[in-house]
Each structure stands twice: as structure tokens, then as C-alpha cells.
């Protein structure tokens, strides 16, 4: 099995832009996924195939990728952003799913 | 809209089992691959199961094959997942999840969970 690694937190102030990085081999050759979930609530798919948004996401998230590392960043922070992130992928060789450990991001 | 409704949560005893139900609607579900995920206490997402939109293919994390079985019922739009031989480690929420509309492998629409307890 293979991991991804993520930063357990991010601290931003409002309006600024949060840089939320996901680490590991595979994703040099398999998309990432980000998921935001809020306190009591369902994660919510904000970014696929490394940089695609979903309808109804802000253009505020972005995705992007360098290697063995994703980006999510969101720009313009919002006291509403605040939440965890989770990237993920899948391992189609082994069949396999994978969350990183997620990032608390916190706005100041 | 799409909407996603796990039920079947409980408090249930080591070594019990436990059968989860998710009822679907708003899409055509006998197209979609289908997912599990849970959530322990405090902790990050564990991917569990996937199923195919037929139910001809399953795959498992390592910390439940042999002891969970996902299957899915198209005519009813439903997904289960039957737990058994539980340990205290599988306390979680569990949350089914539609896979993703261009691939299997991301979810792009969750329910809102339902609670498993293993507990003496």
C-alpha cells in the first residue's frame, strides 16, 4: 500500500490564501482528489483529477501538482473555508483507495 | 438532487455483527459504482469498500477483508455493507459514497453518515 502525507495544519488570515500540500510516490501517476469536510458534516468534494472543481465549487479552490506533491489552495480565505482537507487517490494496480491524514485549516 | 441516506448504526458487542443499508436517489444507481468510508473518533477518512455498478466487482482495505462484504441491491437502489466479526478498531462513522461521474476513483456525493459502536 502506498501513503499520502499531509500537513496536520494551516493557519491563514481572512483574505489571504491558504496552501494546503498532499505528498506521496503514487501521485506522480495517478490523480488527486480533495475532499473539505466541516465540524459534524459529510466531506464535500471540492477538487477532481488534480485541478477540475466541481459545479457549485468557488473559483477560489484551485488544484495544482509538481511531481510527487498536490497543491489545494484557496484564495481569498474565508472565515467559512475554515474546515479539514483531505486529498486522496487510488492505486488502480492493487485496487486501492487512499485519504491523506488531512489538514486543519484554521482562519485567524 | 442527489441524495445519499446510510441507516443500520448501532452499538453492537466484539465479535458481533451488523448490517449497513444505503438508500439512494436522484440518479440512476444501477449506473454507479458505489463506496464506503468511515471515520473513526476524532481520526481521518478510511476508505473501507467499493462495488461496481453490476456488483460483479468488490474490492476492500486491508483492515476489513474477510470480515466485510459490500453488495447492492439495483433493484431497490440500495447498498449494504455486512460487518462482521467486529473489533472495537471498526468504531466509525460510516458514510456511503457515489463514485465520481467521470471515474471510480473519487466520490462525488456522500450521505450524512450513520454511527457503528463495537463495545462490550
Known amino acids: 500500500s502506498y501513503e499520502l502525507t499531509q500537513a496536520p495544519s494551516v493557519s491563514v488570515s481572512p483574505g489571504q490564501t491558504a496552501m494546503i500540500a498532499c505528498s506521496g510516490d503514487a501521485l506522480a501517476k495517478q490523480y488527486t482528489y480533495w475532499y473539505q469536510q466541516k465540524p459534524g458534516q459529510a466531506p464535500v468534494l471540492v477538487i477532481y483529477k488534480d485541478r477540475e472543481r466541481p459545479s457549485g465549487i468557488p473559483e477560489r479552490f484551485s488544484g495544482s501538482t509538481s511531481g510527487t506533491t498536490v497543491t489545494l489552495t484557496i484564495s481569498g480565505v474565508q472565515a467559512g473555508d475554515e474546515a479539514d482537507y483531505y486529498c486522496q487517490s487510488a492505486d488502480s494496480s492493487v485496487s486501492q483507495w487512499v485519504f491523506g491524514g488531512g489538514t486543519k485549516l484554521t482562519v485567524l | 438532487q442527489v441524495q445519499l441516506v446510510e441507516s443500520g448504526g448501532g452499538v453492537v458487542q466484539p465479535g458481533r455483527s451488523l448490517r449497513l443499508s444505503c438508500a439512494a436517489s436522484?440518479?440512476?444507481?444501477?449506473?454507479?459504482?458505489l463506496h464506503w468510508v468511515r471515520q473513526a473518533p476524532g481520526k481521518g477518512l478510511e476508505w473501507v469498500a467499493i462495488i461496481s455498478f453490476d456488483g460483479n466487482n468488490k474490492f476492500y482495505a486491508d483492515s476489513v477483508k474477510g470480515r466485510f462484504t459490500i453488495s447492492r441491491d439495483n433493484s431497490k437502489n440500495t447498498l449494504y455493507l455486512q460487518m462482521n466479526s467486529l473489533r472495537a478498531e471498526d468504531t466509525a462513522v460510516y458514510y456511503c459514497?457515489?463514485?465520481?461521474?467521470?471515474?471510480?476513483?473519487?466520490?462525488?456525493?456522500w450521505g450524512k453518515g450513520t454511527t457503528v459502536t463495537v463495545s462490550s
Open positions: 459514497a457515489k463514485a465520481g461521474s467521470e471515474s471510480p476513483e473519487y466520490m462525488d456525493v
Open positions: 436522484g440518479f440512476t444507481f444501477s449506473r454507479c459504482a
